[in-house]
């Protein structure tokens, strides 16, 4: 199902998590042993979708380049609906390339990681940063990547907007006005402010 972001949530707007990965290789550690496979960010953060852009690589191997890797996992039910019976191993190679008795898991597809390239995926799919090294050892390399995680536009959750200054000398101007109108009386409160201005921040 499409959904119109700027239609449906324009007055409420999204939130992105913004990550920069950067990974550095040398003479004395060459190679990258990539990652495990994984879903973006934990279900408390609600990432839906990542888009990933890769502003920057150095000498890194030509034959074995960074790359993404996806999958998912197969829907038995559905693939059972969808054509004869996932249980039978008739049509599991042709439509999701796994044999009778391997995981239920389809491998999709691998994106190489060159410069100037956005990739985007939903977060549905587990990725991994297969492993790669340095094209020539003798120097240095390294891949940057900018990762801008949506957050599900459904489920608002808690950011910096919402985090009060944390400055000493915010203190007053934050529960100044609080306190007045909760009927607070000036000494409570002038006392409390200077409890607020021994507090170690």
């Not at 004395?28 to 888009?51: F, L």
């Amino acid at each position: 199902m499409f959904v119109d972001l700027r239609k449906n949530f324009w007055n409420i707007g999204c939130q992105f998590v913004l990550q920069i990965r950067e990974i550095n290789l040398s003479t004395d550690n060459p190679i990258y042993e990539g990652e495990d496979w994984h879903v973006q960010g934990q279900s408390n953060k609600r990432v839906c979708a990542t888009a990933a852009y890769i502003y920057s690589t150095s000498n890194l191997s030509l034959t074995e380049p960074p790359t993404l890797a996806f999958r998912r996992r197969v829907d038995t039910e559905q693939a059972s609906a969808a054509r004869g019976n996932v249980a039978k191993p008739l049509f599991l190679q042709e439509m999701y390339g796994v044999k009778h008795g391997d995981p239920i898991m389809q491998n999709l597809s691998n994106v190489i990681l060159r410069d100037s390239r956005i990739v985007m995926w939903p977060n549905v799919f587990q990725k991994r940063l297969k492993p790669f090294g340095l094209e020539n050892p003798s120097k240095p390399g390294h891949c940057r990547i900018l990762l801008l995680h949506l957050i599900d536009p459904n489920r608002r959750i808690l950011s910096t907007s919402m985090v009060p200054c944390q400055r000493r000398d915010c203190g007053p101007n934050l529960f100044a006005p609080v306190a007045q109108g909760c009927g607070c009386q000036k000494k409570i409160l002038a006392k409390s402010l200077r409890r607020l201005r021994t507090i170690p921040f």
